[in-house]
Structures are given as structure tokens and as C-alpha cells.
């Protein structure tokens, strides 16, 4: 349906309007109503003598005349008076006249005639919209692919157009897909020595990090057809149709061997049936038809069958199963050196300046996925635009890496005076003391000016070289960091704000992981007491231990994150006069950038620590 294109549809109609038109100045007054001349008695008398009737209907009252002599395109009728004369008379006058006759009169106007004048426009409007919808489907598909009435959901593309060069890093996922493509390639290769291939694979990462772009990527390097349809879409609200649609989807995709089928999302589909809450006919429905597809199809044809989820925990056992997708490949969030090639990759379209420095953006952006990044080449080349350059430059892809990660500037938000000053000094405390302790990261940015995912200013920092490691100093110093924000409010204020809301959650979140995960506690030691429940989506953790243990493992984070924080408070102290001047200078230029930092902590000769970092 995607392909279809737009002008040969209003050719139709255009076709179909006025054929109707033309029904209706031609044809319709045909069939209108006869035409009725009133004569007198004598003059039908006179007509039965000469010969002229071919028909006479008769009433109670009223005798209708067929004449033989009709012209005009409406039909012609006589009609009379009856006059009081016996029935009989008439009869036998007719009778002898060898003229056809009939009781009561039939109103010409038929309900036959009437439904037919009123549903002719519609009947051939819908002839006329299968004639476009079949002639669009050949064309769609070439004649091949046949898109029956319950297949509006399944997307399928001769070829999608996508390499592997247009997926940057993944190296481990595209290493793993290459057998695949060659599969696709050279079946008889394979059968021939007896090799089975997994049927299906199944793409398994956080969202945005480029599943669907390597399925279509498959098909692209395999040059087979790719069909594809999304989990969400099956959920539907008439019991039975999800099944059709996946019998649809491997008819097809049968019929057009080799080919790659694709199912997106199909945690929608497959979630587990042991613990649903309540069952879900259409969805298990799907989940089996599903399940008896991937069974009864022979993949020495060539069929292969690509999933991705986000969520592989919530997981049916049954399509992981030997035989299903029993292969699994990770997609996983780029790393430094994925997130600059990513970077490139969308860069190929854009006009760069020659020296803008990818690996600045790739080191200010860890967590960020494909599609964040893509998000902010876009973003930049928009920015670009709106400053009316030729090319993007390095402050636009900053810029835009800001906007995607801290929201845009919003211009709207009118601090008071005081309430600056008490950002500037939140501010200044998380910066002051990341340069202080030595197990952090070097400060990139700070600013106060308020942006639009609500934080009212932020101090950014930007890891050396991607850490996949993290000691317990620098879980601390980072908790430490966290806190200085309200640890300056309360040197310099003497009473807390809201604004720490933020730093108070992520303290209390790594705090917590050090005590139920890592094993970094001294009440606890090496021992798991929970873990992450999906380890791609949100940082929901889950694990069963005694209210008494719980007790505990409050207490314990708690004690880390307000020793944290009393370590804040005394370095902050210790350093009042740096921190009240460089308060005093973010509260009047708004921002300063990692170099003007360094440069003015050098100044009062704090730059020993910062440079042990280095
Ligand atoms: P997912 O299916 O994993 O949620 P998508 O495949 O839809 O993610 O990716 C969204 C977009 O992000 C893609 O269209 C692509 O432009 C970009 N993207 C994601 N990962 C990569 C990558 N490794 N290389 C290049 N672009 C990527
Ligand atoms: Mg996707
Ligand atoms: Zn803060």
C-alpha cells in the first residue's frame, strides 16, 4: 500500500464521476415515469376501431392505454375515465378487438425500477473502486505479491534499499547476520551438506539502537524482499484477525522465496501466557498461529525469519525454543567508537565543516542510542540552517547535542534575582567539586540559563575515554559530585530548595546499586540482593529479601549518600572564597565552558587534582 501512487487513483474517479453524471442526463430519464395523456372515452373507443392499441389495463375507476405507436424516449400512455357502462360490454368489445387486457393497473414505477435508478451511481462506484484497488495492488507488487483483505497491516518492499554501510559499529550483530545473507545467497550450499539454519533470529537491544535498520539491512545485502509487519498492530480488537495476518504474512512470504519476514516489536505478540493477568484470546491466538507457522515451514526455502524486542524477559519459553528463534543477537547501545561512527554514517548527507571534531559530541553523549544521534546531526544541519550558514559547524553540533540531552533553551523562564544566585552556587558546588575529587570527569560546560526539560541549569561532564568499568572511589566521588549541588545551597544559604530533586534521585539510585548489586557495602559484602528487570528499558530493579533486609538496605544507602554529602559540605567550605567568585561570575555570564573553568580554577590554584585526571 506504502508505494501506491496518488494520481492514477483520481484518474478513476475522475472516470467514475462522470459515468454517473452521464447516467444520470441519459439513462435515469428513460426510466422516469410514462408519460400520461388524459383522452376522452369516445377517443379510446375510437382507438380500439382503428386498430392502434396494443394493451389496456383496467381499475375501479380508470382504464390505462398501451398505445402500438411509441416515440420519445418516455414511454406513452392513454388513460380514461371508466364510465358507468357493464363490465361485460368493455370485455367483450376488448375480446373482439383482439386487444390484451388486465386487472388492476401496474404502476409502471416499480420498486424493482426505483431501487435500481437509486443504487446504479453506487454499484458503479464500487466496480470502480475494486477496478482501481486490484490494478494498484498489481502495480504495488508487480503482479506477485497479493494483498488480500486482511494484509493491510503487512508492509513488504522488493528491496528496502539498505546496506550494512548504512550501520555504523554493530559489528558483533552484523558478524552473526553475514551467515544469514549467505544462506539467503546459496541455500542448496547449506542443504546440500545437510546444514539446518535457524529459522528465525531474534534482534534484541534497547529501543532506537538500530534493530529494524539491520533487518532491513539483511535484505538489502541478501537482495531478497523484505516483509514486514509490527507486534503493536496485532493488537486488535476482533479475536482471530492477528492470526489471519500471520497467515497472510507467510503465504506470502513463501510464495516469494527467499525473503526475509520481518516481526518488529513482537513482545507485543509473545509475552509470556504462564503470568498474564487475565487471559487474552486474540493475542495468544496470534502467538500460536504464529508459533505453527514458524513449525510447518521448510527454511531450506529460503525463509528467514527476522524478530526484535526490547524486552526479551516478557518472552513466550515457546519461541525460544530450538527451531524458532533459537538465535539471539544483541544489539546494544554504541559505544565511543560506535557513537562517532554513527555520527559519520548520518554526517554522509550533511554539509560538515571540514574540522568539526566528532569525537568531541561522541564523548558528551554516552547512553545515547542510533537514533539520538541521528537526532542530532538533524538538529545541527536544522541549526544551521536557521543562523543561515552553507555548512554546519562544530557549535551547532554542540548546540544540538545540548538540546537532545538537556532540552531547548527556554527563554520564557524568568528567574528572580535570588533564585538565580541560588542556581549559579547549586551550579558551581557539582562543578567546584568535580574538579576537586579526583576519581570524576572533567568538567565540559555550565550554565544556568533554564531549558525545557525543566532543570533550571546544569554543569556537564564529559568522560575522557568510555568507562566499562567503574571503581568504588569513583561511584563515591560521582555520589559526592551529585550532592554538591545542595551541599553549596546549604554552605551558602543555609536551607535547602526543590532544585535538588534530580541529583537526590540518581545519588540515591547509585547509592542503592553499590548495596543490592556491586557488593560495595560493608553491611552486606558480596551478595546480590536484586537485580535489573529488564536489562535494556528502565533502571527498574527487583529482588525478594526480608522486610528486615530491607530495613537494612535502606539504612545503608542511606548512610552512603549523607556521607556523601557531609563530604561535600566541609570541601565546599574549605574552598568558600572560589566558590563565592566563581558563583559570582556564572551568575553574570550565565555559561562557562570547560576551558574558561580550568582556566579560572587555575587562577586560585586549584589545578593540582584536575590534573591527575588528565
Ligand atoms: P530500533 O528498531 O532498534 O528501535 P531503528 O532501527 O528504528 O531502532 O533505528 C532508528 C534510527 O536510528 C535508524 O533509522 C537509524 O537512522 C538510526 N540508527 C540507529 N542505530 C544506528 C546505527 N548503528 N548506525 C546508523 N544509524 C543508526
Ligand atoms: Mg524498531
Ligand atoms: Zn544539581
Known amino acids: 500500500m506504502k508505494k501506491m501512487k496518488r494520481t492514477p487513483i483520481l484518474i478513476y474517479y475522475i472516470i467514475a464521476v462522470v459515468v454517473i453524471v452521464l447516467i444520470n442526463a441519459v439513462l435515469i430519464p428513460k426510466l422516469r415515469e410514462p408519460e400520461i395523456v388524459k383522452i376522452e372515452y369516445n377517443e379510446f373507443i375510437e382507438m380500439i376501431q382503428e386498430g392502434k392499441i396494443s394493451k389496456v389495463e383496467i381499475d375501479e375507476r380508470r382504464i390505462r392505454i398501451e398505445p402500438k405507436e411509441q416515440k420519445g424516449v418516455r414511454k406513452l400512455y392513454y388513460e380514461t375515465g371508466r364510465p358507468n357502462i357493464s363490465h361485460d360490454a368493455l370485455i367483450d368489445l376488448l375480446l373482439e378487438s383482439d386487444i390484451d387486457f388486465k386487472f388492476p393497473i401496474q404502476e409502471e414505477t416499480s420498486m424493482l425500477l426505483y431501487l435500481f435508478i437509486n443504487f446504479l ?149 509473545g509475552k509470556s501466557r504462564d503470568n498474564a493477568i487475565g487471559s487474552n484470546d486474540e493475542r495468544e491466538q496470534t502467538l500460536n498461529q504464529l508459533l505453527s507457522e514458524m513449525d510447518g515451514f ?187 549541588g545542595r551541599a553549596s545551597e546549604l554552605v551558602q544559604f543555609g536551607s535547602p530548595t526543590t532544585g535538588a530533586a534530580n541529583d537526590i534521585e540518581r545519588a540515591t539510585h547509585i547509592a542503592r546499586a553499590m548495596v543490592t548489586m556491586y557488593g560495595m557495602s560493608d553491611e552486606f559484602g558480596f551478595v546480590k540482593l536484586e537485580k535489573k528487570t529488564n536489562p535494556f528499558l528502565s533502571d527498574e530493579v527487583a529482588g525478594s529479601y526480608s522486610e528486615e533486609t530491607a530495613a537494612k538496605v535502606d539504612e545503608e544507602t542511606r548512610r552512603i549518600v549523607n556521607t556523601c554529602l557531609n563530604k561535600a559540605i566541609e570541601l565546599l567550605k574549605d574552598k568558600k572564597e572560589v566558590l563565592d567568585k566563581l558563583s559570582r561570575i556564572l551568575f553574570e555570564k550565565e555559561t562557562i565552558t570547560g576551558t574558561e573553568f580550568i582556566e579560572l580554577l587555575k587562577q586560585e590554584n586549584i589545578n593540582v587534582e584536575l590534573e591527575e585526571v588528565q
Open 298 to 484: 521448510d527454511s531450506s526455502k529460503g525463509v528467514v525469519i527476522l524478530a526484535a524486542t526490547n524486552r526479551p524477559e516478557v518472552l513466550d519459553k515457546a519461541l525460544l525454543r530450538p527451531g524458532r528463534f533459537d538465535r539471539r543477537i544483541t544489539v546494544d547501545l554504541p559505544d565511543l567508537e560506535g557513537r562517532k561512527a554513527i555520527l559519520k554514517v548520518h554526517a554522509r548527507g550533511v554539509k560538515m565543516d571540514e574540522n568539526v571534531d566528532f569525537d568531541v559530541i561522541a564523548r558528551s553523549t554516552p547512553g545515547a542510542s542510533g537514533a539520538d544521534l541521528e537526532n542530532i546531526i538533524n538538529e545541527a544541519a536544522l541549526r544551521a540552517v536557521r543562523a543561515n550558514k552553507n555548512i554546519v559547524t562544530q557549535k551547532e553540533l554542540e548546540e544540538a547535542a545540548e538540546v537532545i540531552l538537556a532540552g531547548e533553551e527556554k527563554k520564557s523562564t524568568v528567574l528572580s534575582e535570588k533564585e538565580k544566585w541560588i542556581v549559579a552556587y547549586h551550579e558551581i558546588g557539582h562543578a567546584l567539586l568535580s574538579a576537586l575529587l579526583k576519581n570524576t570527569a572533567p568538567v565540559h560546560k555550565i550554565t544556568i540559563i533554564p531549558r525545557t526539560s525543566g532543570a533550571l541549569g546544569y554543569t556537564m561532564q564529559i568522560e575522557e575515554q568510555e568507562k566499562y568499568l567503574i571503581t568504588k572511589e569513583e561511584i563515591l566521588d560521582r555520589i559526592t559530585v551529585l550532592a554538591g
Open 121 to 269: 451511481p453506487i454499484l458503479v462506484l464500487i466496480g470502480a473502486s475494486y477496478f482501481i484497488f486490484r490494478s494498484a495492488s498489481k502495480r504495488m507488487g508487480g503482479g506477485v505479491m497479493n494483498f488480500g483483505k486482511s494484509t493491510g497491516k503487512i508492509y513488504a518492499e522488493r528491496e528496502t534499499g539498505k546496506t550494512f554501510d548504512d550501520v555504523a559499529g554493530q559489528d558483533e550483530a552484523k558478524r552473526l547476520l553475514v551467515e544469514i545473507i549467505d544462506f539467503l545467497n546459496n541455500p542448496e550450499k547449506y542443504s546440500k551438506i545437510g546444514a539446518k539454519l535457524p529459522k528465525g533470529a531474534l534482534l534484541v537491544g534497547p529501543p532506537g539502537t538500530g534493530k529494524t535498520l539491520l533487518a532491513k539491512a539483511v535484505a538489502g545485502e541478501a537482495k531478497v524482499p523484505f516483509f514486514s509487519l509490527s507486534g503493536s498492530e496485532f493488537v486488535e480488537m476482533f479475536v482471530g484477525v492477528g492470526a489471519a495476518r500471520v497467515r497472510d504474512l507467510f503465504k506470502q512470504a513463501v510464495a516469494n522465496a527467499p525473503c526475509i519476514v520481518f516481526i518488529d516489536e513482537i513482545d507485543a505478540i
